[in-house]
């Protein structure tokens, strides 16, 4: 891509706010971006060919979202703790296995998506994330969700299509998450936790292409508990 491309992309985010620029084979996050770190509120550099993030990354301090979909993304710097206003950080489709300690620094989160990435542990870390409505782990490697799943503050978590063989009863204690996500997983009917039916503020589980027939759940103690919860909500949104 050409410096006068660049330059005019450069020009118009100093008035919006908005970096976007998609599709280009950038091999790096650019330098210049840096000029505009006061009020740079939005950037969006999906479908392109970053391998990494510098540490500069820290110095956006005004940044309220950041998407970096389907780049070549091995995993992140510390200093993406330093992005206090971040309220959305979308990273689907590439290739992080792990989240620096430093995520639990991001206070304002409120998406969180790793979507299609190489991850095969459950996250930890991200309890102190006390704004944190969506954690889309979806198309992972992840093949059981610890205890410490607990901690999440989160409305919905979507763990579809994983390898999932283990799903913490310690779940149903997450004291906001409404919207649970399992499908096309490993999960057996045995490896349900009824506490999830009978105990949790779930209303809408979702369990399709599993190793076990949908319609079996039906027969768990806590099912009738799970359709009030179910029905309530769908009356709400109707």
């Known amino acids: 891509m050409g410096n006068s491309a660049l330059k005019s992309h450069l ?19 650019p330098e210049e971006l840096q000029r505009l770190k006061a009020n740079l509120r939005t950037v969006d550099l999906s479908d392109n060919k970053l ?13 309220r979202s950041l998407t970096l979909n389907a780049n070549r993304l091995g995993g992140l710097p510390d200093e993406i703790g330093k992005l206090k206003k971040l309220e959305t950080l ?45 954690l889309d782990l979806s198309r992972n490697q992840i093949r ?46 045995a490896a349900i936790p009824l506490s999830v039916l009978n105990e949790s503020q779930v209303s809408l589980f979702s369990v399709e292409g599993n190793l076990f027939e949908v319609k079996s759940l039906r027969d768990l103690e806590g099912y ?7 029905t309530a909500t769908k009356k709400k949104f109707s």
């Open 51 to 63: 391998e990494s993030l510098p540490p500069s990354i820290g110095i956006y301090a005004q940044l």
């Open 144 to 189: 059981s969700v610890p205890p410490a799943v607990s901690e999440l503050q989160v409305i919905e978590i979507n763990l579809n299509q994983n390898q999932i063989s283990l799903l913490s009863a310690d779940v149903s204690r997450c004291p906001r998450l409404k919207v649970l996500r399992v499908e096309e997983n490993c999960l057996d009917l």
């Open 224 to 230: 009738d508990k799970y359709m009030e919860r179910f």
């Open 90 to 134: 979308s990273l689907s489709s590439n290739r992080i296995q792990h989240l620096p300690p430093t995520m639990d620094q991001l206070k304002a989160l409120r998406t969180l998506i790793l979507a299609g990435n190489r991850i095969s542990e459950f996250p930890s870390g991200l309890g102190g994330l006390r704004h944190l409505d969506l």
């Open 11 to 29: 020009e118009t985010s100093q008035k919006t706010g908005v970096f976007q620029l998609t599709g280009k084979g950038l091999p790096e996050f």
